[in-house]
């Protein structure tokens, strides 16, 4: 019941976001694009989408590889639908719907004439070309792209919440334990990051959830200080106080009363986070200390093409023109966050 | 004679001055010191005292919103410092407070029905539509429109958002109300409505308050006796008529005489020299004799005790 009542202030400030257009419509072109990436096997695949076949369909977008016998071709492995669709094209034996862009982001396209990487080409559905082991960019950008989002997302999440819970108990407990915890987090900010993961690489391979748990393990502490200080202000305000009066429990005052007060940094700082986590993820990737290859990334998309700039410069031009562009749509949300969200602006004590 | 509902023997409370990297402690802050008193049930004891005497911080001991360092506080005969968290938790019910601020004793997330229902929450065990009844039955109390319960603190007046700090007090149907200072944030026509209506609700009810204030005309209206607080401690208390004809304390001699008065022509009143000595360091001997006009050398060596010049009437200056 506390939550799904809109606080007029709220509305106020969703309001004062609606009328910044430039943060509104960036904010709805990366809502679009997070939604759509998270079907984006439907966009983006070398599986069709539908197949008819003998009076039958088949959707192979998702679940277990279908092989090439089941319609009725000589080989047991997973069925080239883009070959499929040109053979039915001819005898008529059934129908094949492909996605949008028919290449997978770690399908290796050899079937060209020229070696790769291969300039954009219209016909064979390769609209930003294809890289140095003959990989689709436009593929790889897109999956690239879902990665970043939902690691930054999840680096944000793990972060926040362990800021928000130490934090929340230095503020309201105060006294020696955020004495310590004050001088933990001073000497824990000072731990290279960089090092810390060129180490653990040497160490063993990195996969996405070590290298968001090396990620959260140095980035944990950056909320704690705007969590203590906002639990701090809102702890000593009489409502806390009238709370505690009525014998209301620690756990109570800090999530019912506290915190629903202290809500508008955390979110205030969710595009700055996310254009954070996807920078650190794009330049581990691009050193060469980020995900595992052949897991689709900015990063490397960006090194490829550094490499490749003399014969071919598209590899480069996508990634970067794509990383500009996102993290300047997340940047606009940013400002218009902080502009409306000002508590100067929107505030209800005198 | 009866029992007072609420009894405080030698409550003190230091605050320690702290800095430096490791937060050592650099000094005390004296803001309560050894304070006794007694409110019997039905009764308003009237506490008054500038800006930094310990007033609030009185009130919030008792609570144990702050933990004293010495002394004891007696609820209904029963001890309450010392008790553990839940079970003072529960002792709460007894004893509520109503703020100094309105608006920001109230949390300006919540609707005026969900802060009303929070004690009912945390206290009762009452149903949801018990509780639902009974906010309704306590904003009628307090003079505000049941339907008042969708909207936010921040859609009332002052004098309403006051009302419903009384109505969440009442919730827990205590026997005690300590009013920190419940009417110096309002205007004065606001204040007189609100001050009634603790009067009305105190015939009502059999309430019994400990009122904190520094406008000694308000003191005067709802009080039965009255306490008079210096750096931290109590220098004069008696019957709210006596200490208003006859005030025996230097120090209530001059807040008496500070107060414009129409009725008298008289305005001669020379305000106290100097200014609150620092409760870090307070003066040795008696804490009123920097300033006090009848200060005599043994006032500088030795702080006198309260001594009973009337029946029920305490002073602590040997020359009253």
Redesign the interface.
């Known amino acids: 019941?506390?939550l799904f009542?809109l606080?007029?202030?709220t509305k106020a400030r969703l309001y004062r976001f609606s009328r910044i257009k430039r943060g509104l419509w960036s904010f709805w072109i990366l809502v679009a694009l997070m939604v759509a990436s998270l079907g984006l096997e439907l966009w983006v695949s070398h599986r069709a989408l539908l197949v008819r076949y003998e009076g039958k369909l088949y959707f192979p977008s998702y679940g277990s590889i279908l092989p090439g016998t089941t319609f009725g071709l000589d080989y047991g492995y997973e069925t080239n639908y883009r070959n499929l669709k040109a053979t039915w094209a001819e005898n008529g034996e059934g129908f094949v719907l492909l996605p949008l862009v028919p290449y997978g982001p770690y399908e290796n396209d050899l079937g060209l004439e020229n070696n790769p990487p291969n300039p954009p080409n219209f016909e064979m559905g390769h609209y930003l070309g294809t890289d140095n082991s003959g990989r689709d960019i436009l593929a790889r950008l897109l999956y690239g792209f879902r990665v970043a989002i939902l690691f930054s997302f999840a680096l944000y999440l793990t972060t926040s919440g362990l800021g928000i819970l130490v934090g929340s108990l230095m503020g309201y407990f105060g006294g020696l334990f955020d004495?310590l915890m004050q001088r933990l987090v001073e000497v824990w900010t000072s731990i290279p990051t960089l090092y810390l993961i060129l180490i653990m690489a040497a160490l063993m391979t990195p996969n996405f959830w070590l290298l968001l748990g090396i990620l959260v393990f140095v980035g944990w502490t950056d909320m704690t200080w705007l969590m203590r200080a906002e639990i701090y202000r809102e702890k000593s305000?009489?409502?806390a106080?009238?709370?505690?009066?009525?014998?209301?429990?620690h756990l109570?005052i800090v999530v019912l009363?506290l915190l629903?007060?202290a809500t508008v940094p955390i979110i205030a700082r969710l595009p700055f986070q996310m254009v954070a986590g996807i920078g650190a993820l794009t330049s581990l990737d691009y050193l060469g200390y980020g995900l595992p290859i052949p897991t689709p990334s900015w990063g490397e998309l960006l090194r490829q093409g550094q490499e490749a700039f003399d014969y071919a410069p598209w590899i480069l031009l996508s990634p970067s023109v794509a990383t500009v562009l996102v993290l300047l749509l997340f940047t606009f949300i940013g400002e218009a966050v902080r502009e409306s969200f000002d508590p100067k602006r929107v505030t209800?004590?005198? | 004679m009866t029992r007072p509902i609420l009894e405080v023997k030698g409550l003190s409370k230091a605050f320690a001055v702290k800095s430096g990297l490791?937060?050592r402690t650099q000094g005390w802050v004296h803001a309560v010191s050894e304070v006794d008193l007694q409110i019997f049930p039905g009764e308003t004891l009237g506490l008054v005292g500038e800006s930094g005497s310990g007033k609030s911080t009185l009130a919030?001991l008792i609570?144990r919103?702050i933990e004293p360092t010495a002394g004891q506080v007696f609820f209904q005969g029963q001890e309450l410092t010392g008790l553990g968290h839940k079970e003072?938790?529960?002792k709460?019910?007894g004893i509520?407070?109503v703020?100094?601020?309105p608006?920001?004793?109230?949390?300006?997330?919540?609707?005026i029905g969900?802060i009303l229902q929070?004690?009912l929450a945390?206290?009762g065990t009452l149903s949801h539509p018990e509780r639902e009844a009974r906010v309704s039955e306590l904003l009628s109390q307090v003079g505000l429109e049941p339907a008042m319960k969708q909207r936010?603190?921040?859609?009332f007046s002052g004098g309403q958002r006051q009302r419903v700090?009384i109505a969440?007090a009442l919730a827990?149907r205590p026997q005690l109300i300590l009013a920190d200072e419940p009417v110096s944030a309002l205007d004065v026509s606001v204040q007189a409505q609100i001050l009634n209506l603790l009067k009305d609700l105190q015939e009502e009810l059999g309430l019994s308050f400990l009122f904190i204030a520094h406008d000694i005309h308000v003191i005067r209206y709802v009080s039965h006796k009255v306490a008079v607080m210096y750096l931290g401690r109590i220098v004069e208390s008696g019957p709210a008529e006596v200490l208003a004809k006859n005030p025996l304390h230097p120090y209530t001699q001059a807040l008496w005489a500070s107060v414009p008065n129409l009725g008298s022509p008289k305005t001669s009143s020379s305000p106290l020299p100097g200014e609150v000595p620092s409760l870090i360091h307070p003066p040795g001997g008696c804490p009123f004799h920097p300033r006090c006009p009848k200060a005599t050398a043994p006032c500088l060596e030795h702080r006198p005790g309260l001594k009973e010049m009337a029946p029920g009437h305490f002073v602590a200056c040997p020359y009253s």
């Open positions: 019941m506390f009542h606080h007029p202030s004495l305000r009489q409502y106080e009238a709370a505690r009066s009525m014998g209301a429990s109570r009363h629903p007060n209800l004590y005198e | 490791f937060k919030r609570l919103l003072m938790s529960q709460r019910s509520q407070m703020f100094q601020d608006l920001d004793s109230l949390n300006s997330r919540w609707t969900q929070e004690p945390i206290q936010f603190p921040h859609e700090g969440r827990l």
